[in-house]
């Protein structure tokens, strides 16, 4: 059989998949009725849902997407309480049996559904809100050059894919939005939905305030600010969150919690305990009496600065008054499309200011690279790897004590496999990384 055919066979197969997931969701969702809050946004989705699920959790009964499912097969998978089938045509008759007999019956349905959105390329999100009716639609940032842009032309042109979102929404809805965000703020004119905005800026409905990070002693790190809303306000404490831009999907969780009638005290208490999903802004005990901040699920131009900025505010001082160096192992950036070098130079040029190393992962750090070295970072600091375990190897010796690295890279790049060579205890790589299943270990 040509290779041809073979391919047009699994593209038929993938559409044929994506049909019967979609008319089981359809159903259920009709048979069940559950309140439906969607999320989506180019940064801080993920974190957003987990923090909004962390908040409803603690009144009702909530599922939300696991892993990333967060796409024409994962969110449909996540409304039938189903994991993927994989290659495996025998769990994928058994999904869709299981699925037709839960839309008669099945035992405690959630009442509610928090679902991520994701969009890779126009008509993503109008697909899935074509038979995902939202209730609610949080929109996280987009930024001036966001991820995923590989088929976008322009950040506006994903601000507009994003906004189909609160566009589906009708006028009991909700439309959640990131006043900071000038692209998100601007949906509130595509809605009929009522608008509750939230960030940092005086004017949003929802206000974080006070803000502080207590970076300087790593084994007791967090954050501590104020959320302000009519009048109101609860001081929050975040013992496993340390840096400004992850206060956003905070916020989406309080926001989401007071839509649904809950008191800034209740939400707070919902919060004490909130920890990011693994790979996103982790601190990670090192071998040589290292810290790791594993930023290593994915990466963005915005989420890149943002961890170059909590790099920048740890103290650059030990206990005992001695220097620390703060290192940086960046990979590439990746499905940027035509933004792909301007991006990779833009970090690299931050990375200058802020770190003393810089590992440069991936063909296209090398702009990376280029750029640190443009902005004044000596030479012998900027190291260039083709992979992820070439680094690794070479940080082993690299590393002294009292270091800060800070390891991020998108999803292809296997970032974590950095983290997973130099942590202090590797054997609770499973609980801490992300990528560490069975599937994943030889990608």
């Known amino acids: 059989m040509h290779l041809k055919s ?32 969607g999320i989506t946004g180019s940064v801080g989705k993920t974190s957003a849902k987990e923090a909004i699920w962390a908040v409803l959790k603690e009144k009702f009964t909530v599922r939300r997407n696991i892993k990333n499912y967060n796409n024409e097969i994962g969110v449909p998978l996540t409304i039938l309480g189903q994991e993927s089938g994989n290659k495996s045509l025998w769990r994928w008759w058994q999904i ?51 991820v995923h842009v590989e088929f976008f032309q322009s950040a506006d042109q994903v601000a507009r894919e994003k906004s189909n979102l609160v566009r589906s929404l009708d006028e009991k809805g909700w439309a959640v939005l990131n006043y900071d965000d000038q692209r998100v703020r601007a949906m509130a004119r595509k809605t009929p939905a009522q608008i509750f905005t939230y960030g940092f800026s005086e004017q949003a ?55 649904f009638k809950m008191n800034l005290v209740e939400i707070a208490q919902a919060l004490k305990d909130y920890r990011p999903p693994a790979g996103r802004l982790q601190l990670i005990s090192g071998i040589k009496n290292t810290w790791l901040i594993d930023d290593t699920y994915n990466s ?33 950036m990746l499905e940027l499309g035509s933004f792909t070098e ?39 600091n900027v190291w260039y790897f083709a992979s992820s375990e ?31 060579e130099l942590m202090a205890e590797p054997q609770r790589a499973k609980e801490l990384l992300v990528r560490q299943e069975e599937g994943w270990e030889n990608r």
Request: net charge neutral; with cysteine; glycine share 8%.
């Open 390 to 420: 070439e680094a690794g190897r070479e940080l082993q010796d690299l590393l002294r004590e009292d270091d800060v690295i800070l390891v991020k890279g998108s999803q292809g790049i296997r970032m974590e496999k950095i983290v997973k």
């Open 96 to 146: 869709f049996l299981v699925s037709f007999f839960e839309i008669f019956y099945t035992k405690n349905y959630p009442k509610i559904l928090v679902l991520e959105m994701g969009a890779d390329k126009i008509g993503d999100i109008a697909y899935l809100t074509d038979f995902v009716k939202c209730d609610a639609g949080v929109v996280m940032a987009v930024g001036e050059i966001p």
């Open 205 to 259: 409905d929802l206000r974080a305030s006070n803000f502080e990070q207590h970076l300087e002693n790593l084994s007791e790190a967090g954050l501590s600010l104020k959320v302000d809303y009519q009048g109101s306000n609860v001081p929050l404490r975040l013992r496993y969150v340390y840096a400004q831009h992850q206060v956003y999907s905070i916020l989406a969780g309080v926001a989401v919690g007071l839509i």
């Open 6 to 37: 073979i391919d047009s066979m699994k593209i038929m197969a993938k559409k044929l998949l994506i049909f019967i997931l979609k008319i089981l969701a359809q159903a259920t969702l009709w048979r069940y009725k559950p309140v439906v809050i």
């Open 342 to 380: 301007e991006a990779h130079r833009k970090i690299g040029a931050r990375a200058a200011q802020v770190a003393d190393i810089l590992l440069a992962v991936g063909t296209k750090s090398i702009f990376m690279a280029e750029e640190a070295k443009k902005n004044g970072m000596a030479k012998e």
């Open 300 to 332: 963005s131009p915005s989420s890149s600065l943002g961890a170059l900025e909590l790099l920048e505010k740890i103290s650059n001082l030990n206990k005992n008054g001695e220097p620390v160096r703060k290192i940086a192992a960046l990979g590439d």
